[in-house]
């Protein structure tokens, strides 16, 4: 006997969960089912209210601050569950109504008629290092406040460093010289001093405990392959994988283009083609760290000793999309830069091919270790 299907949608939040329900009928009634505490144990009982043995339950919620905890707990109860973003679940224009209760009625209707797309939820491991990376990117923004108050505060009072570059040793040793009229001004500098030095010291010591880490991950091949590429560093390749995990959901580069969202946006009607800038949806993580390395094909293309270095043990089928990339890449760059395109809508379009070849990297990786 074939099992009924009954779909459960939760509006998640910090302390509760709204439930709705509806069987698998499309005509069939959407209903409230209530109010539950946002707890796995309160989600266990409603498991064991709406199962049956003639039930197959099927979840939705939406992805947002809780994480994937309750993803991974119906997953290890063998019940199937789906993630939403909240940027994909069409909305009416009209509605001018929202609360926790019509959000999960919503949630669940749009998920019965197969209007909804899954997003793809990382593994435990995949998601631990990705907080590492990020929590790396916070101490870097930590960082870039803490200097830009230093410097606020310096040229507030009249001082100005004549070197080339700040934050160098001859920065730093200028700064010892300066001495304010006032106490209080001359503990306020130090203060500032000191907060941009623990930033620099944090930053050294997660990147080491980042490096250890990612060298025990199952995922370090293709970190260390994805360094093949010019410009794609440790930082660079460690980003790109924790953030997009599993590559083979993308069935071609244009599928991974346009999930970082550096494809051009497009508004079109009839004979007229219009088309903007870069929709930017997607990971704005990899987008960033991919733009960040797209600068470094402005240069000829040559091997560095650096980056000869990374390619040391690496099949030669990745040093010679490596090399294929920077012959394209750079000639491309001049091209566009000849054609009086701007610098910044060029660097976009070398960062949109440099995923292309990362993508060709990990099916040379993905087929080296099959």
Not at 21 to 45: E, M, Q, W
Not at 87 to 102: A, C, F, L, V, Y
Not at 242 to 258: H, S
Request: net charge positive; hydrophobic share 40%; aromatic share 8%.
């Amino acid at each position: 006997m074939r099992k009924k299907v009954l779909y459960v949608g939760l509006d998640v939040h910090k302390k509760t969960i709204d439930v709705a329900i509806t069987n698998h009928r499309i005509n069939g009634k959407v209903r409230s089912y209530g109010k539950i505490p946002g707890s796995l144990d309160a989600l266990s009982k409603l498991i064991k209210k709406l199962q049956t043995e003639e039930t197959t339950l099927q979840f939705v919620y939406e992805a947002g601050p809780c994480g994937y905890q309750i993803f991974r707990y119906l997953q290890s109860k063998g019940i199937s569950c789906s993630v939403v973003a909240p940027s994909m679940i069409p909305r009416r224009s009209g509605d001018r109504i929202k609360t926790d209760r019509r959000d999960a009625i919503n949630l669940v209707r749009l998920f019965r008629a197969g209007e909804l797309t899954s997003i793809y939820v990382p593994s435990a491991e995949d998601e631990a290092i990705r907080d590492l990376i990020r929590c790396r990117d916070d101490v870097r923004r930590f960082e870039k406040k803490a200097r830009q108050r230093l410097l606020a505060f310096l040229l507030r009072h009249g001082y100005h460093y004549a070197g080339k570059k700040h934050w160098t040793k001859g920065f730093y040793n200028w700064l010892g010289t300066i001495k304010f009229p006032h106490h209080a001004q001359q503990i306020t500098l130090q203060e500032y001093i000191d907060a941009t030095n623990e930033c620099s010291e944090r930053i050294k010591r997660v990147t080491q405990q980042l490096q250890a880490q990612v060298e025990e991950w199952d995922r370090w091949p293709m970190v260390k392959a994805y360094q093949a590429l010019r410009g794609v560093s440790f930082i660079v390749a460690t980003t790109v994988v924790a953030e997009l995990g599993d590559m083979n959901r993308f069935a071609t580069p244009k599928q991974l283009m346009a999930y970082l969202g550096l494809i051009p946006s497009e508004h079109s009607s009839g004979t007229t083609v219009r088309r903007g800038p870069i929709t930017k949806t997607g990971n704005s993580h990899v987008r960033r760290v991919l733009i960040e390395a797209a600068w470094t094909y402005r240069m000829p293309a040559r091997v560095s000793i650096v980056l000869l270095r990374r390619q040391q043990g690496l099949p030669q089928s990745v040093r010679d999309i490596s090399w294929r990339a920077q012959t394209r890449l750079c000639a491309r760059y001049r091209r566009l830069i000849a054609r009086g395109k701007s610098r910044q809508t060029v660097i976009t379009a070398i960062a949109r091919e440099l995923s292309a070849f990362m993508w060709a990297i990990d099916k040379q990786v993905n087929v080296a270790s099959a």
